[in-house]
């Protein structure tokens, strides 16, 4: 009865539009009172989920992100990307995904790459006589690839909440070649589908542009090798990173490119507040909701059921991921990650997966849910961006669906694309 009233609460105020935060919050403390606990408990719970050393990284990274956002990092990519490829017909949707694995690999944030990018590149394929939804679907779906391409600041959510010890760096190192590997087959999806659309083909502007435009990246490239070689040299931890993240971009913008002014730091940092805010607020909450559902035993029941249906471990692991699939189209990423972890990283791990590649299972899961209505937020920053309606948009995104399903597919059932770099760096 406990269980049921939780969920059903929950369910009941998604519905009615409450926001996912309070919605978790409220539904914790309805069913504290109902079970006799004191509420205090559930604020007690909610101050325990955010209070996780690990997690002071995740603000750096966020504000890391508006930076770049505000020194216009974003558009050199762009112009490496579209001076590498571009000249193919159709090629500026590989010139998007690869864009948006860079911006990934230096930002973390799929919102802030499908903002960034999206600004850039949307207005751009639609002047070149590209069609807003093909810009929107490419430039939504690639923004997934820096959930994977390190630095990810949900890996380090899912290390807090996964309940067993797990290494943020063997995570960071986990995810470059399942976010090769994706952006691999979103760029051929977008070749295909902008050949059979008949887009234009580019012009290769000549290797001397190549070359200039790949310099004048090279700075903010060096933000993911800073942090990566500073982790995996032992020079600082995956915490400390974050903060030399936000140094070192400060310095890229202001004194390097010059494109940082004072007021787009100040938007910079109160974006990064704001932002900060909502995801500790979630973090929180999920907590509280998640030690209401490991009370009642929850994951022990979803266990016993998936059982029940089969305890095959090629069929338990695609019934965790349809699960997941279905949880991401109504639930923002955070939450869902603190909640979840502890739920299937057991079965998973029974099944005979190891917890960092579930991590990658989890993260490419619930980036799909940012691109699926009802609750996608990447999807409604893109058709922002983009000027199109969600429909629209999503009624011709069945192919990069299609191509982030078989990444999906690939990173659960070959544990190599996970495991070779952590294992070689052990």
Not at 44 to 52: D, E, F, P
Not at 196 to 220: L, S, T
Not at 243 to 249: E, G, K, S
Not at 275 to 298: E, K, P
């Amino acid at each position: 009865m406990e269980l049921t009233l939780l969920l059903l609460t929950l369910l009941v105020l998604l519905v009615l539009g409450v926001p996912v935060a309070f919605a978790l919050g409220i539904a914790s403390l309805v069913t504290f009172i109902y079970m006799d606990i004191a509420p205090l408990v559930a604020f007690q719970r909610i101050a325990a989920g955010v209070n996780v050393f690990a997690l002071m990284a995740i603000p750096f990274f966020i504000f890391a992100g508006d930076l770049m956002q505000q020194a216009g990092i974003a558009e050199r990519l762009v112009r490496v990307a579209n001076a590498a490829v571009g000249r193919i017909r159709g090629g500026l949707g590989p010139v998007n995904v690869g864009a948006s694995m860079m911006f990934g690999g230096v930002s973390g944030s799929a919102i802030a790459s499908a903002s960034a990018l999206g600004s850039t590149l949307i207005p751009m394929m639609k002047k070149r006589g590209y069609d807003a939804d093909y810009a929107v679907n490419i430039t939504t779906t690639s923004a997934v690839t820096g959930l994977l391409i390190p630095p990810s600041h949900n890996m380090i959510i899912y290390a807090a909440a996964a309940g067993v010890s797990i290494s943020v760096a063997d995570l960071f190192m986990a995810g470059v070649i399942p976010g090769l590997v994706t952006g691999l087959i979103l760029m051929i999806v977008a070749w295909l589908v902008a050949l059979k659309r008949g887009y234009p083909r580019g012009e290769f502007p000549g290797w001397g542009a190549f070359a200039r435009a790949f310099v004048g990246a090279i700075p903010g490239l060096l933000t993911a090798v800073i942090i990566f070689g500073g982790i995996l040299g032992g020079i600082f931890t995956a915490t400390e990173s974050s903060a030399v993240a936000v140094i070192y971009t400060m310095v890229v913008g202001f004194l390097v490119y010059r494109t940082l002014t004072f007021k787009g730091f100040v938007t910079a940092a109160m974006n990064a507040v704001k932002t900060t805010a909502m995801v500790m607020l979630i973090i929180g909450s999920a907590a509280a909701f998640g030690w209401l559902l490991a009370l009642n035993q929850a994951p022990e029941q979803l266990a016993d059921l998936m059982r029940m249906v089969s305890d095959n471990p090629i069929i338990m692991l695609l019934m965790i991921n349809v699960i997941l699939l279905l949880l991401g189209t109504f639930m923002d990423m955070a939450p869902l990650i603190v909640i979840t972890s502890p739920i299937f990283l057991p079965v998973a791990m029974e099944a005979g997966m190891d917890p960092i590649q579930f991590g990658m299972v989890l993260m490419l899961n619930l980036g799909i849910g940012l691109v699926t209505p009802p609750v996608g937020s990447v999807l409604f920053v893109g058709c922002a961006v983009g000027k199109i309606r969600v429909e629209d948009a999503v009624k011709t995104m069945w192919p990069f669906y299609l191509a982030l399903i078989v990444s999906l597919m690939l990173i659960t059932y070959v544990p190599a694309f996970s495991m070779t770099l952590p294992n070689l760096m052990r």
